[in-house]
């Protein structure tokens, strides 16, 4: 089985389709942090020096959860490797993509709520086919649906690798502020479920418990997100 992540001391440069953030620039000219490795399964790298890098085993599965707007598109876009250790590629499932697809498909009077019940249906059904394969994988996942987690923590056990957990920290602020910016938002009511979901699985990580069937959970603030330039499976 897979083993819990590790930040190395000297990270290589990303293999990352996008170019990094100026504070991940910044991070770097400051050279790489030290070696860390989570306690009982959890890294919490909030509040302190960022890493560089984080290295899972190529094969296992890593579930990417925060708040709508906190910044987990961006951050798999710009971070994760293109291809593992294996010279696989490394499949990154995002529900944004999905989205996507069928917004340029659909009419532009067409609004998402009538059609959003088939973007969830195709973003499940790339998980499907993604954790199917074999392959290391990235998923987009908001944290709501723990059902989302079992079934990856499942999927790794069958395989024989390990399923864990990013959870991007961020005020409330910082999400809508995210969204405003990206141009869409969700309902007050809907980002209520989505904080406290998520405010439950942040509280459990912190108290150094991490989600049954996940290995290992790291956590980061807007910095820490900021300052990582790289996420790979060696």
Known sequence: MGSA????????????????????????????????????GVLDLRGGAGRGELRFPAGDLLIVSGLPGSGKSTLIRRAVAALDARDGIVWCVDSQDARERLERRAPDWLPYGAYRPFARLAHYAALRRALRSGASVVVHDCGQRGWVRRWVARDARRRGTAAHLLLLDVPPGTALAGQAARGRGVSPHAFGRHRRAMARLIAEVTARSVPEGVASAVVLDRAAADALRGISFT
């Open 5 to 40: 992540p590790t930040a190395p001391t000297e990270p290589p440069a990303s293999t990352a389709p996008a170019a990094g953030t100026a504070a991940a620039a910044a991070a770097a000219q400051d050279g790489p942090a030290p070696a860390a490795r989570p306690r009982a």
